[in-house]
C-alpha cells in the first residue's frame, strides 16, 4: 500500500513538473511567438502594398493589364511565404519550417501525380502571362467557349459571355486548344448574301451596293481593309451577290452585329429605291401517279379580284 501511495505520488510530481516546465518554456518563447505574428502581419502588408505596386507599374511600362495582374499575384504570394518562414524562425520553430520543406520534398513525388492537373494550369498560366493570345477585354472564342477575357489567375482564365455567363477555362486548356481572337487589331470583316432578279443589271447592283457602305458611319475602308462585292452563284429565281465590308471589334457583340443589321437593311432599301428586283425562291411542284388534274379552290372573292385585275 506504501509502495503504491509513492508511485501515486511520483506520478503527480512528474506531471507537475511537465506542466511547469512547459509553461516556462512557453512564456520564454511568447516574445519570439509575438514577433512571429508581428512578422507575418507586418510581411503581408509589404507583400500586399509591393503587389499593388508592381502592378501598376508593370501596368503603366507594358500596357499589359494581363501580364502586370498576374506577375504581382506572384510576387505577393512569394514574399508571403517568405514572411511565414522568417516568423517561424523569430519564433524559434525554425525546426518547423525545416520540416515541413524536407516533407514538401519527400512527397512532391505523390503531390505531383495527384495535383499533375494543378500544376499543368499554373506552368501553362506563366506561359500565358508572358506569351499569349489575348488581352483582358478582348473577345476570344476558346474552344467551344464564346465571350470577353476578364482575368488570368495562377489555374485558369476567365471569360464573361455575352449572355451572361462567367467561364474558367484551365490554362493548359488554352495552350492546348485553337485560340480566336476578334478583336487583337480591332477588326472584323462581316459578309452577307443579297439576291436580284436575272433580269437586272448586276455592275449597276453592285456599285449601289458599294455606295451604300461608303455612307455608313460604322464601316471601316481603309487600304488594309477594303469592301467588295462579288457574284456569288445563280440561285434558282436569283443573282446572289456577296457583300464583305469591314467593322470596329472594339465592342464586338454590340457594335458589330448593330452595324450588319444596319447595312443590311441600308442595301435592301438602297436596291429597292433603284427599281432592282428581290424575288422570292420559286417553288415548282411536281405531281406523279396517274392523277391528271390538280384540284383548286377558288373563293367568290377571290375570283371577283382575278377579274377586277
Not at 265 to 293: H, N
Amino acid at each position: 500500500m506504501l509502495t503504491l501511495n509513492l508511485a501515486s505520488q511520483n506520478f503527480s510530481e512528474t506531471i507537475t513538473q511537465s506542466f511547469a516546465n512547459f509553461y516556462t518554456e512557453f512564456t520564454n518563447q511568447l516574445p519570439g511567438i509575438g514577433m512571429g505574428i508581428l512578422i507575418v502581419i507586418i510581411g503581408t502588408l509589404i507583400a500586399t502594398w509591393l503587389g499593388q505596386f508592381a502592378r501598376k507599374r508593370i501596368a503603366f511600362r507594358t500596357q499589359d493589364p494581363l501580364m502586370s495582374q498576374f506577375l504581382s499575384k506572384a510576387l505577393k504570394y512569394t514574399l508571403i511565404t517568405i514572411a511565414i518562414i522568417l516568423a517561424l524562425k523569430a519564433a524559434g520553430l525554425g525546426a518547423i519550417a525545416s520540416g515541413i520543406f524536407t516533407a514538401a520534398g519527400a512527397s512532391a513525388v505523390v503531390l505531383g501525380f495527384a495535383f499533375k492537373d494543378i500544376g499543368q494550369n499554373f506552368i501553362a498560366g506563366i506561359i500565358l502571362a508572358f506569351s499569349r493570345p489575348y488581352d483582358i477585354n478582348d473577345t476570344v472564342e476558346i474552344g467551344e467557349n464564346f465571350g470577353k477575357v476578364k482575368a488570368l489567375e495562377f489555374r485558369y482564365t476567365k471569360l464573361k459571355t455575352f449572355d451572361g455567363k462567367d467561364v474558367y477555362i484551365p490554362n493548359s486548356d488554352v495552350l492546348t486548344k485553337p485560340v480566336t481572337n476578334y478583336t487583337e487589331d480591332g477588326f472584323f470583316r462581316w459578309d452577307f448574301v443579297v439576291g436580284i432578279a436575272y433580269e437586272n443589271n448586276i455592275t449597276e447592283a453592285k456599285q449601289i451596293i458599294l455606295e451604300t457602305l461608303k455612307k455608313e458611319p460604322n464601316v471601316i475602308t481603309d487600304a488594309d481593309h477594303q469592301n467588295f462585292v462579288v457574284e456569288d452563284a445563280l440561285d434558282t429565281s436569283t443573282v446572289n451577290l456577296k457583300v464583305y465590308f469591314w467593322v470596329d471589334t472594339k465592342d464586338f457583340r454590340k457594335m458589330a452585329l448593330t452595324t450588319k443589321g444596319s447595312v443590311i437593311r441600308s442595301v435592301k432599301e438602297a436596291l429597292i429605291a433603284g427599281d432592282f428586283y428581290m424575288p422570292a425562291d420559286i417553288q415548282e411542284v411536281k405531281i406523279y401517279g396517274a392523277e391528271k388534274d390538280f384540284p383548286i379552290r377558288i373563293s367568290r372573292d377571290e375570283i371577283e379580284d382575278i377579274k377586277n385585275n
